[in-house]
């Protein structure tokens, strides 16, 4: 596979599950350098702590704590009052500025996402990573919201561990 400078994944990552780490790790065995951009915006960020008290600070805390030192730069992104996807030109250019680069390399998708994001995308190519398939579906985010106890298995040790504690599991 062709190698990269940059690539660029994106997403809420509520919870950040092994779907989102298999994703990742394609990113990073392509790419010298990922950046790992946590969208939030206050309204998201409200929706979503109606349903676990995990904070986007908590869910950055857990991911660096699950790569350490690999090419990973996270980044929290608001877009404001920029909404995707009217806005898709002006948020990409903040981000790029954001994050320092003319133009990044490659994204990564999740296969369900790609069919809704790709055209638009934040990369001059995009591939798709690796997904988990459960229950007839692939992994995401909300099956796990939905019904935690059923799906923790999916999250990172780390990531359990902590909303386990939140839920008192």
Known sequence: MQKYNNGI????????????LKTLDVICEVCDKVYLVFFWTKDSEKLLSDIFDYSLN??????RKIFGNRNVEIIKYNPGKLKFPNDFLEIKSELLKILGEKSIDIQIFGKDDETLYKDYIYADNYIIGKNIEVDGVNLHANLIRCDYDKYKNFLHPIVRKRLDEKLKR
Do not use: A, M, N, Q
């Open 9 to 20: 994944y994106l997403g809420k990552f509520f919870p950040f599950h092994e779907g989102h």
């Open 58 to 63: 908590e869910r950055i805390s857990d991911v």
